[in-house]
């Protein structure tokens, strides 16, 4: 599609690929916030409550393997098949975890989700790059923010009247129509995109992928570990899945990511940074409105919402501002907003600051996250060698994927550590014991009246999920 043809995210030629990709984009935003929805209805259904972390943790090591075998193909044989068989592999997922029988066949229901949803985003940037110019690509990173939106707002509601009418099954199963239908629309425009006709270049090997993948396992279960009584073993752990997954990250990104070389190198970089500041901190948000500082789940929902529109509206304004600001100036901006945010989030936690000065610094956080995160994806297509889109692409995803779950498991090793500093301090230690010998005469509640209302508060939500498993 050449830019003197194509006037429009809309127009003809464009038309099938924009909705398609939105669709796409759209069912694995709905799957992503229903399955954290209904995920403590199966886990009491299923049992297994064991593996109820490792329902996230397949999802996510599945993805990554998904974005390299993705990006891959894409420049080998064209964005269409690897498309094909990330939906494929995403409803087969649905599907078996719809089905399954025990936590243990959800868990891999979920992997294959994770290998399936993982295609989806590198193939989606590979195609953007080939088929679309510089002024109609920032558009549609904006448009493809929007379509979180929906989902944002009424998926998790949604998903919760669809388990309590049908039951938890039907929030996975009833997402197989949209898929076949996304396909539909999406499959015939990335076919007539083909094969990209430069020469074959090095590419991702699946092998690095897994080796990548075990590593990052290893060092999200020694920050656990460390954060609690098994500080050696935990460093062990960590140690370990450097050893194993650095060599192989390295060979994944382009030469020079780790020590920011100027080009693409800098901005796989960039991303992964981005994502790891904000996500770290996204994920505790609504634990600390709820549990620090005693606010409804609806209140903690506040903050969710406004950071998803704010991130849409940044989208929008980065798409606007692109012609006049430069990518690397959009995304300082937006990452000192990010922080900006975050550090108003961290002062709300303080009894004597309102609640809604959260609310309205997480909502600043999403405005500058959408600010930074479409620039990126764009000056990757820009810096990306000319064929080779999916294999940029893979690595942006990997820095996505990579830093998002190293800044979760950063910010739960600083939640726990602080939990067992107040479960330890001021005679809160007895209150463990207590959840499992008095939990059911409600000795628990006389534990966490105290002027400490931050560590004692995250002591109590660690208690009760304790006190959940003795139950």
């Given at each position: 599609m050449g830019e003197g043809r194509l006037r429009g995210l809309w127009a003809p030629q464009a038309r099938a690929l924009t909705v398609g990709l939105v669709l796409t984009v759209t069912f694995v935003a709905s799957e992503a916030l229903a399955v954290v929805t209904v995920m403590p209805v199966a886990a009491r259904d299923l049992g297994g409550l064991r593996l109820y972390g490792w329902v996230f943790s397949a999802f996510m090591l599945g993805s990554v393997v998904g974005i390299v075998v993705a990006g891959r193909e894409a420049d080998r044989r064209g964005p269409a098949i690897p498309?094909?068989?990330?939906?494929?592999?995403?409803?087969?997922?649905?599907?078996?975890?719809?089905?399954?029988?025990?936590?243990?066949?959800?868990?891999?229901?979920?992997?294959?989700?994770?290998?399936?949803?993982?295609?989806?985003?590198?193939?989606?940037?590979?195609?953007?790059?080939?088929?679309?110019?510089?002024?109609?690509?920032?558009?549609?990173?904006?448009?493809?923010?929007?379509?979180?939106?929906?989902?944002?707002?009424?998926?998790?509601?949604?998903?919760?009247?669809?388990?309590?009418?049908?039951?938890?099954?039907?929030?996975?199963?009833?997402?197989?129509?949209?898929?076949?239908?996304?396909?539909?629309?999406?499959?015939?425009?990335?076919?007539?995109?083909?094969?990209?006709?430069?020469?074959?270049?090095?590419?991702?090997?699946?092998?690095?992928?897994?080796?990548?993948?075990?590593?990052?396992?290893?060092?999200?279960?020694?920050?656990?570990?460390?954060?609690?009584?098994?500080?050696?073993?935990?460093?062990?752990?960590?140690?370990?899945?450097?050893?194993?997954?650095?060599?192989?990250?390295?060979?994944?990104?382009?030469?020079?990511?780790?020590?920011?070389?100027?080009?693409?190198?800098?901005?796989?970089?960039?991303?992964?940074?981005?994502?790891?500041?904000?996500?770290?901190?996204?994920?505790?948000?609504?634990?600390?409105?709820?549990?620090?500082?005693?606010?409804?789940?609806?209140?903690?929902?506040?903050?969710?919402?406004?950071?998803?529109?704010?991130?849409?509206?940044?989208?929008?304004?980065?798409?606007?501002?692109?012609?006049?600001?430069?990518?690397?100036?959009?995304?300082?901006?937006?990452?000192?907003?990010?922080?900006?945010?975050?550090?108003?989030?961290?002062?709300?936690?303080?009894?004597?600051?309102p609640v809604a000065v959260g609310l309205a610094a997480w909502t600043v956080a999403g405005l500058g996250m959408g600010l930074a995160y479409a620039p990126t994806s764009l000056m990757m297509l820009r810096e990306a060698p000319p064929g080779r889109e999916g294999w940029a692409s893979a690595s942006l995803n990997l820095a996505d994927v990579l830093g998002t779950a190293i800044g979760i498991g950063v910010g739960g090793a600083a939640v726990a550590a602080g939990a067992d500093i107040a479960c330890t301090s001021d005679g809160v230690g007895d209150a463990q014991q207590s959840c499992a010998q008095g939990g059911r005469t409600g000795e628990r509640s006389r534990f966490f009246q105290s002027r400490n209302g931050a560590r004692r508060a995250f002591a109590k939500a660690r208690c009760d999920r304790e006190f959940l498993q003795y139950k």
């Amino acid at each position: 599609m050449g830019e003197g043809r194509l006037r429009g995210l809309w127009a003809p030629q464009a038309r099938a690929l924009t909705v398609g990709l939105v669709l796409t984009v759209t069912f694995v935003a709905s799957e992503a916030l229903a399955v954290v929805t209904v995920m403590p209805v199966a886990a009491r259904d299923l049992g297994g409550l064991r593996l109820y972390g490792w329902v996230f943790s397949a999802f996510m090591l599945g993805s990554v393997v998904g974005i390299v075998v993705a990006g891959r193909e894409a420049d080998r044989r064209g964005p269409a098949i690897p498309f094909m068989a990330g939906l494929a592999l995403f409803g087969s997922g649905l599907a078996v975890a719809g089905l399954a029988p025990s936590m243990g066949v959800l868990v891999a229901g979920r992997v294959l989700q994770g290998v399936g949803a993982g295609a989806i985003p590198s193939v989606a940037y590979a195609a953007i790059g080939r088929s679309l110019p510089g002024p109609l690509r920032a558009r549609m990173m904006a448009v493809l923010s929007t379509a979180w939106v929906a989902p944002g707002l009424a998926g998790p509601a949604l998903a919760a009247e669809v388990a309590h009418l049908f039951g938890w099954r039907w929030v996975f199963l009833g997402l197989l129509p949209v898929v076949g239908v996304a396909g539909s629309i999406a499959v015939p425009a990335l076919i007539r995109l083909g094969r990209p006709r430069t020469a074959r270049a090095p590419e991702h090997r699946l092998t690095d992928a897994v080796r990548a993948a075990a590593g990052a396992t290893m060092v999200l279960a020694g920050l656990t570990l460390a954060a609690g009584a098994g500080a050696g073993a935990g460093a062990g752990l960590i140690v370990a899945g450097g050893i194993i997954g650095l060599p192989a990250l390295r060979r994944l990104v382009p030469a020079g990511t780790l020590t920011a070389r100027p080009g693409l190198p800098a901005v796989i970089l960039s991303r992964g940074l981005l994502t790891f500041a904000f996500f770290g901190a996204d994920a505790y948000v609504t634990l600390a409105i709820t549990a620090v500082r005693h606010r409804s789940p609806l209140v903690a929902g506040v903050a969710v919402t406004g950071a998803t529109l704010a991130w849409t509206a940044g989208a929008w304004a980065q798409a606007r501002l692109g012609d006049a600001w430069e990518g690397r100036r959009l995304v300082r901006a937006g990452l000192v907003i990010v922080l900006a945010g975050i550090a108003g989030m961290a002062g709300a936690l303080q009894p004597g600051v309102p609640v809604a000065v959260g609310l309205a610094a997480w909502t600043v956080a999403g405005l500058g996250m959408g600010l930074a995160y479409a620039p990126t994806s764009l000056m990757m297509l820009r810096e990306a060698p000319p064929g080779r889109e999916g294999w940029a692409s893979a690595s942006l995803n990997l820095a996505d994927v990579l830093g998002t779950a190293i800044g979760i498991g950063v910010g739960g090793a600083a939640v726990a550590a602080g939990a067992d500093i107040a479960c330890t301090s001021d005679g809160v230690g007895d209150a463990q014991q207590s959840c499992a010998q008095g939990g059911r005469t409600g000795e628990r509640s006389r534990f966490f009246q105290s002027r400490n209302g931050a560590r004692r508060a995250f002591a109590k939500a660690r208690c009760d999920r304790e006190f959940l498993q003795y139950k």
